[in-house]
């Protein structure tokens, strides 16, 4: 065995050593042995879709008018926020897709509590800070305010109220800034240890905040999100430093979905929910472990195909075929790759396309057999002239596997996009087996073997 294929056959064992922790972990880390602080620390459980685990599905439409106009940047801008709201709300391997050019598909696995992530999402989250003068309105009051006609509002330097004390419910309030100027906001505990949301402002937020709070002692600065006068606290003291925060009768949950919503901005366009269906977990429990039956059940016949035809390079066939599979699952979750009953589909499809790369230099490598090469030769001439037909037909694979992801990713269909995803890989991976791993273990198993000797382990 050369030193070259030496090489080769240690990097193949140290990264199947690495895929096999990975296999078996739900978090890896890694640890400085000098002062045992962790220096990579990475969740790795297989993450399961809708289809699977259960859950919730909505379909999101833009809230606007039929014949308005929805560019697509503002349709992906809301959806990236509305991701990011899911997200932290605690909801895991969220998927989100534009579908046409007015809706988003939102998939939420294991999701708990439905009501609060469909409420969450359509809010369009404008935080402004209102002018209340003296007196006033009752929180959870509808509140009128002039942002949005005076472009000006948001960024100019707020000017004292000219609006009487005794304002009726329906004044228009001021706006002195909105959460354009929010940098930060996080839940926290107010002097009496109820839940609060505490804030940051941006350098010309806090000018603007400064400004204000000085000139505005002893009265109220309401907290308006959504028209909704959440609170109105008293500006005791200048606040000069970019920092504040929300009181108000919260929940630790209304707490969090505030700031969720204050930390993600707001919405470019406004969106409604067009429809919503929950996904019970039973079926996908059912589909897993068919999926499963049907993956070990394929996988055994290939594996004893492979070793009764071509025996003994069947045989190494088999262990470069476990060796992809290894690396596949560790890759799935490494990336992480979110699982759908379609995606196991493709992964169990491209096993059948890693065996076809197998089977086509196994059958080149006995015509040079039977052409009277060595053992050598054979294996680097069979590997040489099946690669054409290899490198061609995975090829033709992968412009498929895009082909489909940019359809489910145009429609929004998700189980699409999965599907194509796990196939891809499986291709890709497949290649790396056929053209290293494959090749590698014929060098180490049968340089040294004999042809003359042992006919009948080849199939001749």
């Not at 078996?24 to 400085?32: A, G, L, Y």
């Not at 998939?107 to 992530?117: H, K, L, Q, R």
């Not at 470019?268 to 059912?286: F, H, M, N, Q, W």
Request: glycine content about 8%; proline content about 5%; charged content about 15%.
């Amino acid at each position: 065995m050369n030193r070259n294929n030496t090489n080769w056959l240690i990097f193949i064992i140290v990264l199947l050593a690495l895929a096999l922790w990975i296999d078996f972990s739900k978090e890896i880390s890694v640890t400085n042995p000098f002062t045992d602080t962790p220096l990579f620390t990475r969740n790795v459980e297989a993450r399961l879709g809708l289809d699977l685990r259960g859950g919730l599905q909505t379909l999101l439409e833009a809230d606007l008018p039929e014949t308005a106009t929805v560019a697509s940047g503002e349709l992906e801008v809301t959806r990236q926020i509305l991701e990011s709201r899911a997200n932290g709300l605690g909801v895991s391997e969220v998927v989100m897709q534009t579908a046409g050019d007015r809706r988003i598909v939102a998939e939420f696995p294991g999701v708990s509590n439905p009501e609060e992530v469909v409420a969450s999402l359509q809010q369009t989250g404008l935080l402004e800070f209102v002018d209340m003068g003296t007196s006033p309105a009752p929180a959870g009051s509808v509140i009128q305010t002039d942002f949005g006609q005076d472009n000006s509002a948001e960024a100019a330097t707020p000017t004292p109220t000219e609006t009487p004390i005794d304002q009726p419910p329906a004044t228009t309030y001021h706006t002195v800034m909105t959460g354009s100027d929010l940098v930060d906001a996080f839940v926290t505990t107010d002097a009496s240890g109820r839940p609060a949301v505490s804030f940051t402002l941006s350098p010309e937020g806090a000018v603007i905040f400064s400004d204000y709070t000085s000139s505005h002692k002893n009265q109220y600065l309401g907290i308006v999100l959504d028209k909704i006068l959440i609170s109105a606290p008293v500006v005791n003291d200048p606040i000069t430093d970019g920092n504040g925060i929300i009181q108000g009768s919260f929940t630790a949950a209304e707490a969090n979905q505030l700031a969720v919503q204050l930390r993600y901005g707001s919405l470019p366009i406004p969106v409604k929910v067009v429809e919503s269906r929950t996904v019970g977990a039973t079926l996908g429990e059912e589909s897993v472990r068919r999926s499963l039956t049907a993956g070990v059940i394929g996988l055994t016949v290939v594996i004893l195909f492979m070793l009764l035809y071509y025996r003994l390079p069947g045989f190494i066939a088999d262990l470069a075929l476990i060796s992809y599979a290894i690396l596949a699952l560790a890759l799935f979750k490494l990336i992480p790759v979110v699982l759908t009953l379609p995606g196991i589909a493709g992964f169990i499809l491209s096993i059948g396309m890693a065996v076809d790369a197998n089977i086509l230099i196994f059958e080149r490598m006995k015509e040079e057999l039977r052409a009277g090469r060595n053992i050598r030769q054979a294996i680097d001439l069979g590997w040489s002239r099946a690669w054409p037909s290899i490198r061609d037909s995975n090829t033709s694979t992968l412009i498929t596997c895009l082909i489909l992801y940019a359809f489910g990713n145009s429609f929004g269909a998700s189980m699409v996009k999965g599907f194509s995803v796990t196939l891809a890989l499986g291709v890709g991976i497949s290649l790396f087996t056929a053209i290293i791993v494959t090749r590698t273990f014929l060098h180490t198993l049968l340089d040294n073997v004999k042809l003359a000797e042992h006919p009948r382990l080849f199939g001749l």
